[in-house]
């Protein structure tokens, strides 16, 4: 069965495969440019998202939108989404059956984006991405080659609110991300 970004969307809308079908105001798709190189994959929706129903509309939103910003990126042409759609309670990291039962929605969109270049946000979606024992202090702006596209992690918004000197070394990550961009793709 060949789904479409529609339909997706509509399953999404209506979700109960896992118990944060209920918990949930608004499930969280991903967004931005369906014909965009880069795609995103952070962890999870937090508050502000479970209230807007867009990805990165709170305070990591804003650190987000801030390196993007430096590197010359904008939020219309790269996609942004989540390894699962809904809100978990008090912001706790995904449970891994939460992560399992969302998982096709992932992929489905990974499908039809068919990016050149998928960056994780964050530890959770690097182990879940490209390798369980996933270091992101070690390993962050670190290249791995798949079938069609190559990977990397920088870390997580919310990591850098936390921990502020961590932005520059994201913003030299994301720095390299466009790099990389304009090396494969223009
Ligand atoms: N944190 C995430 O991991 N995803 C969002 O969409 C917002 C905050």
Redesign the pocket.
Known sequence: MQYTWNDIEQHIAVCTQCPLGQTRNLP?MGRGSRQAEIMLI?????GQ?DQQGI??V?R??EVLDRLLQDCGLRREEIYIT?IIKCHPPGNRDPKEEEKEACFPYLKYETYLLKPRIIVC??RVAAQRIISPDYKITRQHGTWVCRKNCVLTAVY?P?AILRDPPKYEEAKRDFCEIVRKRDELCR
Do not use: I, M
């Open positions: 969280v952070a962890e999870a929706p937090g998202e990805p990165f709170g990591s939103g989540n946000l964050g997580h919310s």
